[in-house]
């Protein structure tokens, strides 16, 4: 420590060599929420693309997808005589599942996909805004497809999911590569230790998006089926609260707002009450359809449940936390 109050501290030799540091040379640091100081001997230094080269496979599909979840920039499929039709679909049904992932080369044994994002322009928070977006409109839409016999709307339902999948991988590739660099995380002003919760938002996230989808296909299999106005109406007010409690979720986890994600938890009571009365409207049903609408309302416990989830993993703004 010097008369001004400055401190020193010394970095071991043999890391400071191994990563090239020298008289001169600047480093990065971060503090993390619970105090420690991460020293990053790659500030300002343009990585190298990572790459990795895959053999075609039973699991293609899902070896892409895991690859890219990893973070890595190039993946290659590499064939020992040559790429099938069957796995070239498959690569190229895979590529357009995963957001930026171009394919760059092609020939007859190998194609080469290129992720061209800048992660620094991709803000988690903003990412997971588009997916629940994307999911609030197809809880709502799901529902009022099921109550005017609208088909094509629960079919647009479903088409959705798609774009959900898409924004969730990317999301989860971004958080890995956060993880990985201290100064992507400096730069997105996120600290790693709230990656997790993003993920798992963002999972609960596109869970409800999957139960909205089930709902969708139950509005499609009621084509035709006039329902009962006791059935709309207590329907209707189930979905309701169910749809409020799902947004005001999201809307406290994104602004850590500590009484909005409470206020998540204390709708159970009136949520199981109104669970109970829409259960009790399907006896006005064919015994099918009866069963198909106990089922819609288990879907849409489910999505209560996830939101009480997300709810449960809003953490109060940095400001207010505790020292």
């Not at 790693?192 to 139950?218: H, N």
Request: aromatic residues 6%; proline residues 4%.
């Amino acid at each position: 420590m010097t008369r001004g109050g400055t401190f020193f501290i010394t970095l071991p030799k043999k890391w400071a060599i191994s990563n090239g540091i020298k008289r001169g040379s600047i480093v990065a640091s971060l503090v993390t929420p619970d105090g420690k100081l991460i020293i990053d001997p790659k500030y300002n230094v343009e990585l190298a693309p990572k790459s990795i080269v895959i053999r075609p496979g039973p699991y293609l599909s899902r070896e892409i997808i895991s690859k890219y979840l990893l973070g890595y920039d190039i993946i290659s499929v590499e064939a020992k005589d040559r790429i099938t039709p069957k796995q070239r679909d498959t690569i190229k049904q895979t590529s357009s599942r995963l957001v930026g992932l171009e394919i760059i080369e092609e020939d007859y044994s190998r194609i080469v996909m290129q992720c061209l994002l800048e992660p620094s322009a991709l803000p988690p928070e903003k990412i997971l805004r588009r997916e629940h977006l994307i999911t609030s409109g197809m809880c709502r839409d799901s529902v009022v497809a099921l109550l005017e016999g609208d088909v094509n709307l629960a079919r647009n339902v479903i088409a959705r999911d798609n774009e959900v999948d898409r924004l969730y991988f990317l999301l989860v590739r971004i958080l890995r590569t956060i993880i990985q660099n201290p100064s992507l995380s400096e730069k997105l002003n996120i600290h790693p230790i709230d990656c997790l919760d993003y993920r798992l938002t963002a999972s609960l996230v596109e869970s409800v998006a999957d139960q909205s989808t089930q709902i969708a296909s139950y509005a499609i299999k009621f084509e035709g089926l006039k329902l009962t106005d006791e059935v709309l109406k207590t329907l209707y007010d189930f979905y309701k609260i169910i749809h409020v409690t799902y947004e005001d979720a999201v809307t406290a986890f994104l602004s850590r707002n500590i009484s909005i994600a409470e206020s998540v938890r204390e709708k159970r009571l009136r949520i199981e009450e109104l669970s109970r009365k829409t259960e009790s409207s399907a006896n006005t049903l064919p015994i099918e359809k009866a069963q198909d609408l106990v089922t819609i309302v288990s879907l849409l416990n489910r999505i209560y449940d996830h939101s009480v989830d997300i709810s449960d993993l809003t953490t109060p703004k940095v400001s207010q936390r505790a020292n």
